[in-house]
């Protein structure tokens, strides 16, 4: 190795999946780490053991997990060699987590199973408040899986303009972020 690679540091990452409680046979989140030279991508070990973090969100020093079976979102703090320290968990709000989203102290969360995206503040820590808003959608699609509404992500495009994607209503639904809140102001088909 020369001198120039070995100052290049690795680059950690985590892979969630899901665990038994959702019929899988992972214990939690994976921690990986990427060789920067090479790309090769090895598994380093379990950075925790949590249930179904099914969708992962790096955020500055923490990771932020849906647990999809038990309908909870958790925070983690990062640590050492791509370990992970639960730093608090909430009910998602909803049913089915899929997608997170962090748009300045808030923490938007989508959910497949009833539509909603919820919106929980985040603590100057990283930790996750209990939810302060939860939107709800109606309608459906000309498809059997558009049954009702699926959100599937929700995304701050800028200009405090919040979207979101919904697989059931074949929207993408639009909001104004206004203190702290979602306005939803339109549906785009």
Known sequence: MTPEEAAVPEVSMWAGGYTAD??????????????????????????VETPSPSFLLAHGDMVYAVGEAADRVEAFR???????????????????????????????????????????????????????????AEGSGPRPQQDGPHAHATLHVGGGIVLSADLGTDEVLVHVLRDGRLDRIAAVA
Do not use: F, K, N
């Open 22 to 47: 959702a019929g899988g046979s992972g214990v939690g989140i994976t921690a990986l780490a990427v060789d920067p030279i090479t790309g090769d991508l090895a598994v380093t070990g379990t950075a």
């Open 78 to 136: 990062r640590g050492p060699g791509g370990s992970l320290q639960w730093a608090g968990g909430q009910p998602s709000g909803g049913s089915g987590p899929c997608h997170l989203h962090v748009v300045g102290d808030l923490l938007l969360t989508s959910h497949y199973g009833d539509g909603t995206v919820a919106v929980h503040p985040l603590a100057a820590d990283g930790s996750i408040g209990e939810a302060t808003q939860l939107l709800t």
